[in-house]
T-cell receptor, first 111, second 114 residues
Framework: DGGITQSPKYLFRKEGQNVTLSCEQN?????MYWYRQDPGQGLRLIYY???????QKGDIAEGYSVSREKKESFPLTVTSAQKNPTAFYLC??????????FGPGTRLTVL | AQSVAQPEDQVNVAEGNPLTVKCTYS??????LFWYVQYPNRGLQFLLK??????LVKGSYGFEAEFNKSQTSFHLKKPSALVSDSALYFC????????????FGTGTRLKVLA
């Protein structure tokens, strides 16, 4: 069964804490993306990776970090420097031809 | 700068009536345009895309979109709406020919009334 999985589905963060969101795909796609979704603002790009061991900042990278050590995995860390992290986070992978496939999302809430 | 706009926050339509969800774009060069749908607390699902070719693009679940270069629009349409079409719809554009970054609109909530 091919697809993208994100875990956990819900995540709660205390002030000053770093948290890591998992994204795994078995679609054999080279490119992967992290987006943040806030009500009324659509999706905003945090980081993207076109290939293993390479990634670029998106429009709102401050306070976030990523790694791409394996083709299948693209974890996102929300650091304590991100002052307003409460949002819905979406991971996607892209096949040749521009179509993106999205995971089910992780809802992060700051306590 | 590249951009995409969805001028309506919400569209209401009666079941069985045709629906249109509007999208306009601004890009330099040839546009790569997409529509995605999102159901509550879920990820986005791809509906259709325009890269080149016919101005009328057919996609999943009976949806289609019309590319209009002179009006820089890419409106999503369906001849007969279903209650199950109620969801959040996003238009997106690729940022440029040399990049694989995508800009998403703010989304339009479609509500189909029984």
């Amino acid at each position: 069964d091919g697809g993208i999985t994100q875990s956990p589905k819900y995540l709660f963060r205390k002030e000053g804490q770093n948290v890591t969101l998992s994204c795994e795909q078995n679609l054999n796609h080279d490119a992967m993306y992290w987006y943040r979704q806030d009500p009324g603002q659509g999706l905003r790009l945090i980081y993207y990776s076109q290939i293993v061991n390479d990634f670029q900042k998106g429009d709102i990278a401050e306070g976030y970090s990523v790694s791409r050590e394996k083709k299948e995995s693209f974890p996102l860390t929300v650091t304590s420097a991100q002052k307003n992290p409460t949002a819905f986070y979406l991971c996607a992978s892209r096949q040749v031809g521009d179509t993106q496939y999205f995971g089910p999302g992780t809802r992060l809430t700051v306590l | 700068a590249q951009s995409v706009a969805q001028p309506e926050d919400q569209v209401n339509v009666a079941e069985g009536n045709p629906l249109t969800v509007k999208c306009t774009y601004s890009v330099s060069g040839n546009p790569y345009l997409f529509w995605y749908v999102q159901y509550p607390n879920r990820g986005l699902q791809f509906l259709l895309k325009y890269i080149t070719g016919d101005n009328l693009v057919k996609g999943s679940y009976g949806f289609e979109a019309e590319f209009n270069k002179s009006q820089t629009s890419f409106h999503l349409k369906k001849p007969s709406a279903l209650v199950s079409d109620s969801a959040l719809y996003f238009c997106a554009v690729r940022e440029g020919s040399g990049t694989y970054k995508y800009i998403f609109g703010t989304g339009t909530r479609l509500k189909v009334l029984a």
